[in-house]
């Protein structure tokens, strides 16, 4: 005879599984989980589990995800802020993280405005001046960068805005 193992078991290894594959957080986690068609209690019971076990923290999962961004992909401060609350962490958690990474790590969201400016600058010198500098200043806007540091990244290049 076959002992099969308890439902709240599974939730809890499926839980593990999704976050092996890479950090969630809270409210991603839930979603994710009653998506797959596990009962509310379950998950509730699971998501305090891995909460005591500390192996589920908001706090870090929001610092990870901002240092990824910001380093890997050159995102500004607020498109990180903003991924975050649609990832489920709450505002201030989320300029908490972002707070961190400038203050503890010393990485400035605003070197990032810079590097990812430079970068996308050289791919446009082929192009003319004008058209390069209209395109560089709507790309940085699509990243999230506000004019001032869009200004500030694009004067670094010697790269002006157009008026």
Same mark, same amino acid.
Request: aromatic share 4%.
């Given at each position: 005879?076959?002992?099969?193992?308890?439902?709240?078991?599974?939730?809890?290894?499926?839980?593990?599984?999704?976050?092996?594959?890479?950090?969630?957080?809270?409210?991603?986690?839930?979603?994710? *989980?009653?998506? !797959? =068609?596990? @009962?509310?209690?379950?998950?509730? &019971?699971?998501?305090?589990? #891995?909460? +005591?076990?500390?192996? %589920?923290?908001?706090?870090?999962?929001?610092?990870?995800?901002?240092?990824?961004?910001?380093?890997?992909?050159?995102?500004?401060?607020?498109?990180?802020?903003?991924? *975050?609350?649609? !990832? =489920?962490? @709450?505002?201030?958690?989320?300029? &908490?993280?972002?707070?961190? #990474?400038? +203050?503890?790590?010393? %990485?400035?969201?605003?070197?990032?405005?810079?590097?990812?400016?430079?970068?996308?600058?050289?791919?446009?010198?082929?192009?003319?001046?004008?058209?390069?500098?209209?395109?560089?200043?709507?790309?940085?806007?699509?990243?999230?960068?506000?004019?001032?540091?869009?200004?500030?990244?694009?004067?670094?290049?010697?790269?002006?805005?157009?008026?």
């Amino acid at each position: 005879m076959t002992r099969q193992p308890s439902p709240s078991r599974s939730t809890y290894d499926r839980a593990l599984s999704l976050l092996g594959f890479r950090a969630r957080s809270v409210a991603e986690l839930r979603r994710l *989980l009653l998506t !797959k =068609g596990e @009962s509310a209690t379950e998950v509730e &019971a699971v998501i305090t589990r #891995l909460l +005591e076990q500390k192996l %589920l923290n908001d706090a870090d999962f929001a610092r990870q995800f901002a240092r990824a961004r910001l380093v890997g992909r050159g995102a500004s401060r607020t498109r990180i802020v903003q991924e *975050l609350a649609r !990832k =489920g962490v @709450s505002r201030p958690l989320a300029v &908490a993280a972002m707070d961190a #990474l400038q +203050e503890d790590d010393g %990485l400035d969201p605003a070197a990032a405005a810079h590097r990812v400016a430079e970068k996308k600058w050289r791919s446009l010198s082929r192009l003319d001046d004008v058209t390069a500098r209209r395109r560089l200043y709507a790309f940085l806007a699509r990243r999230g960068f506000n004019p001032d540091e869009i200004r500030s990244a694009m004067s670094a290049l010697g790269a002006h805005t157009v008026s």
